[in-house]
């Protein structure tokens, strides 16, 4: 159910330019606030760079006031770089009404029009400092995520061939 702008409060991943959008061609990390993604406060943010990666950190941080940050890494590095850090856009964003749930691959109003595997998440009380984010991003770059070919085909000497184009997401500990 779409309750309107400023309801929902959602880390989104991806390269969908129709509500907004980052520098490039994306996907840029942005934040779904109802009824409009947002990459920074106006619709479009040349500052907040794609990540191209096999694995990605999104980050969306949102204060009691009209302040938001989105963070992101590729997954393997240490630290995690600032796409955005500022005022909410205008209008009905400027004070959120969250309505207090959790949700996973669907937006608020229960739409799937993305695709994509999500890994794990983390939610922390009250506005995070760098510190706990940095903190955060080290035990995901500790998970060490990986992707590997499957092994479906045999060779006529019995080893066992990656199949042509085929990729398969692990965790490695």
Known sequence: ???GQGTMEAIYFGSAWRWGHGAGNGPWVM???ENGLWAGK???????????????TA???GDSGDHFTLKGSKNGYDGLYRLYD?????????????????????GGDNSDWSVGTFYEGVMTEGYSNDETDDQVQSN??????????PML??????ETLPEAGARLSLITV
């Open 1 to 3: 159910l779409d309750m």
């Open 31 to 33: 934040a779904d606030l």
């Open 42 to 56: 106006d619709r479009v943010n040349k500052d907040n760079a794609p990540i191209d990666a096999d694995f990605v």
């Open 59 to 61: 980050m969306l941080k």
């Open 86 to 106: 500022g005022p909410r856009p205008n209008g009905n964003y400027r004070v959120m009404r969250k309505q207090g749930a959790i949700i996973l691959g669907i």
């Open 140 to 149: 995901i770059k500790a998970a060490k995520y990986t992707l590997i070919k």
């Open 153 to 158: 085909a045999s060779s006529d000497d019995g």
